[in-house]
């Protein structure tokens, strides 16, 4: 900023050029200060984002280990009646030999046992602690494997399996674990379609301002999206729309990621349809 020019040796006219640079100067300095303020208060706004999109995580990440918890103990608790159930069945089968009629409601409720018992192991391989194996892979030849296996279900019901991405991807990662990760979400596109229809994977290296270090993977499908209201829902354990659904597809693609040290995140595409990305 110019200095003031002692009062007694200027002219009226050098004090108004004088006063007039000062006031630019003070102009000048007080944009300055406004643009600081506000590239301010746009960091601040971000890392404010960014810090409740983390609380977000971590309040879901403790409600997981809560229902695994709880869900772990239910099961060990079920399990005993239901080998119970299945014995007296057996022998109620035998004893009811000259009896169709009551050997055909005693087999419902052998079926119903064993459907019982699935769903306590598929509980119980939940709750256990998840083994992460890192090694050397190759993504782009999971995902084909994974393609390959979808592909029966998804040609009988005239959906199209679309893969984009570099040959070969190596990345470090635990290829049964990510194997079957992905395969979860494709069977869900799929199920979720109930036409032809198109799933699509495509995965890149992260850009270099990206949270994901090694890719990132997303899978879209044409069906009819996500609703809203269960967007935060769906990793829930046992949180299921359908009449025969577990809800624990979701919950365990959710650990796997975690265990990679990755994030995966739900939401809708824009021209419709679901869209899961999973940055590790
Ligand atoms: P399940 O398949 O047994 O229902 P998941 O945990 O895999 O369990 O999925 C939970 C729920 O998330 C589903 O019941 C469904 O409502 C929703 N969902 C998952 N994937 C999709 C998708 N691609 N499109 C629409 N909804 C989906």
Partial sequence: MSSVIAPSSVSPAQR????GRIILSYSEVTE?????????NQTVEMLREELSEKNRLLERKNRLAALGEM????????RNPLGGIQLYASLLMKDLTDQPQSQQIVGKISNGVKRLEALVSQVLQFSREMVCN???????????????????????????IDVEGPTPMPING???????????????????????GKV??????????????QFHLIVRDTGPGIPGHILDRIFNP??????????????????????????????????????????I
């Fill in 200 to 213: 699509t994977l495509r995965y890149i290296s992260p850009p270099a301002e990206s949270d994901a270090k």
């Fill in 16 to 19: 108004i050029e004088e006063l």
């Fill in 238 to 279: 046992f949180f299921t729309t359908k009449d025969s659904g577990t809800g624990l597809g979701l919950a365990i693609v959710h650990r796997a990621v975690e265990a990679h040290n990755g994030t995966i995140h739900a939401s809708n595409a824009d021209g419709g349809g679901a869209k899961f990305e999973i940055r």
């Fill in 71 to 78: 869900a772990a103990g239910l099961a060990h608790e079920i």
């Fill in 134 to 160: 890192i090694r050397a892979m190759d993504l782009a030849e999971t995902i084909e494997q994974v393609v390959e296996l979808a592909g029966i279900t998804a040609s009988a019901k005239h959906i199209e």
């Fill in 174 to 196: 635990d290829p049964l674990l990510l194997g079957q990760t992905i395969m979860n979400l494709v069977l869900n596109a799929i199920e979720a379609m109930h036409g032809p």
């Fill in 32 to 40: 300055k200060l406004q643009q600081s303020h506000d590239q301010l």
